[in-house]
């Protein structure tokens, strides 16, 4: 079936370090790709999304290419900032009304001043 | 965006008793809501996918009798842990979708009830 891997955590970065989570996927057919953020004591809220072969999401900095050659939709930001501390998802889903996400298992960041 | 409010956050029960779960959509109308179960250091795993007004579906291996989910209204969804033992404790979370979303495949997602049985 359809699944998710990402890096597993924790990762822990100084401020202004360049970041990459690695996201790869299996899948039968054409999802969207999602990259969600928990920051602590709060909801999961959407970060960025790519619907299709080649597109890049990107939102406060953070950007994601959805690479269909290698099934893979990393995670990067160039410069990380303490409030960037939270754990991050990445998922999938196919749409529809019925269009459950798939997570990944999730990783945590922690920047440090 | 969209806010989805779970409460409560964080509950405790005795083994043996049973556990409401609240999902509130506070500006706009859920046709459908999600229900989430995380272990520790684990995925979010679906449990069950309700629409508004008719019985929710249970994926694989998820006791309906365990976890009794109503979702009667357009902004509310509940999930009941019924009877609850310690292997019960995980982080439930819930999302939502409304009618707009579904043309944008967005689920909105409530902030999680960590909860603990002794």
């Known amino acids: 079936g359809d699944s998710v891997t990402q890096m597993e955590g924790p990762v822990t970065l100084s401020e202004e370090a360049f970041l990459t989570i690695n996201c790869t996927y299996t899948?039968?057919?054409?999802?969207?790709l999602f990259w969600y953020v928990q920051y602590p004591g709060e909801g999961l809220q959407l970060l960025l999304k790519?619907?299709?072969?080649?597109d890049k999401g990107s939102n406060k900095g953070f950007e994601a290419t959805y690479r269909k050659e290698t099934t893979s939709f990393h995670l990067e930001k160039g410069s990380v900032q303490v409030s960037d501390s939270a754990v991050y998802f990445c998922?999938?889903?196919?749409?529809?009304?019925?269009?459950?996400?798939?997570f990944g298992k999730g990783t945590k960041l922690s920047v440090k001043p | 965006g969209a806010v989805v409010s779970q409460h409560p956050s964080r509950v405790i029960c005795k083994s043996g008793t049973s556990v409401k779960i609240e999902c509130r959509s506070l500006?706009?109308?859920?046709?459908?809501m999600f229900w989430y179960r995380q272990f520790p250091k684990q995925s979010l795993m679906l449990m069950a996918t309700?629409?508004?007004?008719?019985?929710?579906?249970?994926e694989q291996g998820v006791e309906k009798d365990k976890f009794l989910i109503n979702h009667a209204s357009l902004t509310l969804s509940t999930l009941t842990v019924t009877s609850a033992h310690p292997e019960d404790s995980s982080f439930y979370i819930c999302?939502?979708?409304?009618?707009?979303?579904?043309?944008?495949?967005?689920?909105?997602f409530g902030q999680g009830t960590r909860l603990t049985v002794v």
């Open positions: 998922a999938l889903n196919y749409g529809g009304s019925q269009g459950n996400l798939i």
């Open positions: 500006d706009f109308q859920a046709t459908t």
């Open positions: 790519a619907t299709k072969a080649d």
């Open positions: 309700s629409n508004e007004g008719s019985k929710a579906t249970y």
């Open positions: 899948a039968t057919g054409y999802p969207s």
């Open positions: 999302s939502a979708r409304s009618r707009e979303s579904f043309l944008n495949t967005e689920a909105f």
